[in-house]
């Protein structure tokens, strides 16, 4: 009797008289559908073993999502068919082995597992020089190796099933997400380090003062491109949407983080893309539309937290998330919150910013503090910093505190809010203040005389020198002949704006749609 109901009955063809001597085999292929049987017979030698049933059946148990499983089996060596239409499949049970490994799939015509005969798992062959990773156990099989290395391609969307997830750290080799989806990542407590991959849903949560990112904990000499987060994420230490920290020349590009993150921690960074620069580093043509919300920082941006000595590239990035942050002393910024040499340009926010300080709060639509130059930015986003009447408040519609270096083809449409009985405040609409006794300059920058402060630069200074620094009712040209870095183009030197009138009657950036 078949699955379907059918009856197949078996007779020999004609009739067999057997003999001593000879050897009666029947030979037998059974599927769910048919039974095909055929016969043999020849000599019996002299040693043969007894004849037994020969069976290359595996048992099955296929668990989905929904709560509902079958029970099923091999129809040849190494295929099994189950009724999965509709359903997503989280575990496929090994009934004679005691083994279930994790799938995550809902499209199962391409599942592919490589076990051996007692049941265990291993890496398939290589396809164009990457091993396919096509389910949960797959990826978590990374883990077992020592070190771990080699080169491996995502071949479907996975489902992580908001298991508990080991993170794969300590990441020699190249992870490519070959354009497909991780959902419902559950990462607890430990840091991440994963490369090239979308993560679509789940959580983020680390314990330990790690740097700690939802794509990779700590990037050295590597490049993280193409990647996306949608996971919240929690996390105390150097703590970025995309990665933790970023050093020896490590590029992060076309990265997006929507993300909400929180933190609780006086460390050294939290970002919407990356938390902390330990060296030079590059991050271009990223964006942020997460909120950012931490307790007890000290560097914030919407796209990095803090640089280090070394030189930071931030380059065509966008902020959109809100950020909020309260501590002791605090650097906060549109797109990074401290920075050290290094440059930003063609970068733009409109997130908005709120800082609560009980000591002092250094806050800039794109630097809250910076020792770099600063080339052809525009903030858009309000900025609401609170002192309490002993505090420091510091206040750009740019840049909070400079360094030295320059400020140029930068523009503000903003609006300030701060608490008036602050003991001290430094507010402008381009700079506050400046915190050394290094030359500075300030040129062809403009703010919105509605918006800000009703100067470029809040405090007097014989270091800095301002040329063309104008306010506007409306509308404003910059003047691309007298300053190259107003210069229309394709994202070249000179060449990073896109218009002066595309972003609501004001210039547009490059690259901006």
Not at 8 to 35: C, N, Q, W
Request: hydrophobic share 30%; charged share 15%; with cysteine.
């Amino acid at each position: 009797m078949l699955q379907d109901g059918t009856s197949v009955a078996y007779r020999l063809t004609s009739p067999v008289t057997f003999e001593s001597g000879r050897k009666y085999t029947l030979h037998m292929t059974i599927s769910f559908t048919d039974i095909d049987i055929t016969t043999s017979i020849s000599d019996w030698v002299g040693g043969d073993d007894p004849i037994v049933a020969v069976s290359d059946t595996v048992r099955f148990a296929v668990h989905y999502t929904d709560g509902t499983s079958e029970e099923t089996m091999t129809v040849d060596t190494d295929t099994i068919r189950f009724n999965s239409t509709g359903k997503t499949v989280h575990s496929i049970e090994l009934l004679d082995h005691d083994t279930t490994y994790l799938i995550g799939r809902k499209d199962i015509t391409g599942i592919v597992l490589n076990l051996d005969k007692e049941g265990n798992l291993g890496f398939r062959p290589a396809v164009e020089g990457y091993i396919p990773i096509g389910s949960y156990a797959e990826m978590q099989h990374i883990n077992t190796l020592s070190p771990k290395n080699g080169r491996y391609r995502q071949e479907a969307d996975i489902d992580l099933l908001n298991e508990p997830w080991v993170p794969i750290s300590t990441f020699y080799g190249e992870f490519d997400g070959n354009g497909y989806e991780i959902s419902n990542i559950l990462i607890s407590p430990e840091k991440a380090t994963l490369t090239n991959i979308h993560i679509i849903s789940g959580s983020v949560a680390v314990s330990k003062s790690n740097a700690s990112g939802t794509i990779c904990g700590t990037a050295d000499e590597s490049v993280i491109e193409h990647c996306t987060n949608k996971a919240d994420a929690d996390g105390p230490y150097m703590f970025g949407g995309i990665v933790g920290e970023i050093a020896n020349g490590s590029i992060i590009s076309y990265c997006t983080n929507y993300g909400d993150i929180s933190s609780n921690s006086n460390g050294n960074g939290c970002g919407g893309i990356a938390g902390y620069a330990n060296t030079i580093a590059t991050i271009e043509f990223c964006e942020n539309y997460g909120t950012i919300s931490v307790n007890e920082g000290s560097s914030v941006g919407g796209i990095m937290g803090q640089s280090s000595r070394e030189s930071i590239y931030i380059e065509n990035c966008k902020n959109s998330g809100s950020i909020s942050v309260s501590g002791q002393n605090i650097h906060c910024g549109g797109i990074i919150g401290a920075v050290s040499t290094g440059r930003i340009i063609a970068c733009c926010n409109n997130g908005s910013i709120t800082a609560t300080s009980n000591g002092s709060a250094y806050c800039g639509g794109i630097a809250g503090s910076s020792s770099s130059t600063i080339i052809s930015c525009y903030n858009s986003g309000f900025i609401y910093p609170y002192a309490p009447q002993t505090g420091l408040l510091v206040i750009g519609g740019i840049v909070g505190t400079q360094s030295g270096e320059s400020i140029t083809a930068c523009y503000y449409t903003g609006s300030f809010s701060t608490n008036s009985s602050t003991y001290r405040i430094n507010a402008g609409s381009i700079l506050g203040e400046l915190n050394t006794t290094y030359a500075h300059t300030m040129a062809a920058c403009y703010w919105k005389e509605d918006a800000g402060f009703t100067v470029a630069f809040g405090e007097e200074s014989d270091y800095i020198t301002m040329t063309d620094v104008f306010s506007f009712n409306g509308t404003f040209t910059p003047d691309a002949a007298a300053h190259p870095e107003w210069g229309i183009g394709d994202g070249g030197t000179y060449g990073w704006w896109k218009n002066y009138d595309g972003n609501g009657g004001l210039p547009q950036l490059w690259w901006e749609e």
